[in-house]
């Protein structure tokens, strides 16, 4: 195996464990410790959630507060890729399906968006569907006419499940995105894991190759199957959504290349320390 040259970090399941509510945090046990060692080596890491209700200045706090030493500038979300993609693809006027933080953190990146109830809505050239617990029909019916009428449908996460202190927890875009997907037949493209965008992303923040980027993660489609698509290295934690027995029955297409504990165990494991 390959020895990665810098790490992308999961949250949910990998650094931490949230409540479902997302409203309080508990660091995974050897985390702290793991990300000072690689500071200490000098080996360059990010934290990239699927979670997109935060603007990463909101959350990367909340991240030290139970003692992780994730700096702002090295915590990413989906929102932060898709400003990338929708600058890229020169979307004016971004339908957001998701909550005022949601539209808050693309705004602060750059884009310009509209939430249902604005005026705007009924003219956006793009969907965002993100993180959006307060998602009632006419949203959905709203993001349906502007996709039939060749809006992009861009989503920050369609993964079904990430991991929680009280277990698996839904994935609220991929459930509105199944939504409309079935009533266009248009697909949404994910701007989060496994996306080729998340990929692209998380080896430039890096300044490496994506085949010299370790994924680390406990899911094994946004994590395991980005990390093969992208020639990367995965890195499986059992800290999270997956267990080994879990692990050991994955296609070939999302299997892990190591299977870890946790990210306490990684540096001794790659050799790095
Ligand atoms: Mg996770």
Not at 35 to 56: E, F
Not at 60 to 67: D, F, T
Not at 108 to 128: I, N
Not at 146 to 167: C, H, I, N, Q, Y
Request: glycine share 10%; charged share 20%.
């Amino acid at each position: 195996m390959r020895t990665p040259k810098g790490f992308m970090f999961d949250l949910d399941g990998t650094l931490i464990l949230s409540n479902r509510a997302l409203g309080s945090y508990d660091a995974i046990p050897g985390a702290a410790e793991a990300l000072h060692r690689l500071n200490a080596l000098g080996v360059p890491w990010i934290a990239l959630t699927n979670g997109s209700a935060y603007a990463a200045r909101k959350q990367a706090p909340r991240l030290r507060a139970v003692g992780l030493p994730v700096p702002d500038e090295r915590l990413f979300t989906p929102n932060s890729v898709a400003a990338r993609v929708i600058a890229d693809a020169g979307h004016q006027n971004v339908l957001v399906l998701g909550t005022p933080g949601v539209a808050e953190a693309l705004e602060e990146l750059g884009v310009s968006c509209c939430l249902p109830d604005d005026e705007r809505a009924r003219s956006a050239d793009a969907v965002y569907v993100a993180w959006h617990p307060d998602c009632v029909m006419p949203h959905i019916h709203l993001a349906c006419e502007r996709v039939l009428d060749g809006a992009a449908l861009l989503s920050a996460s369609d993964v079904p499940f990430f991991a929680t202190k009280e277990g698996r927890s839904f994935g609220y875009s991929c459930a509105i995105n199944g939504a409309i997907a079935r009533v266009t037949g248009i697909e949404p493209q994910p701007t989060g894991k496994p996306s080729a965008h998340s990929m692209a992303f998380i080896a430039a923040q890096l300044g490496v190759a994506a085949e010299d980027v370790g994924v680390v993660g406990d899911d094994a489609v946004a994590e395991m199957q980005m990390a093969r698509a992208g020639g990367a290295t995965g890195i499986a934690v059992t800290s999270g959504a997956t267990d080994a027995a879990q692990w050991a029955a994955q296609p070939p297409e999302r299997a892990p290349h190591v299977v870890i504990h946790n990210i306490g165990e990684l540096v001794e494991r790659l050799g790095l320390g």
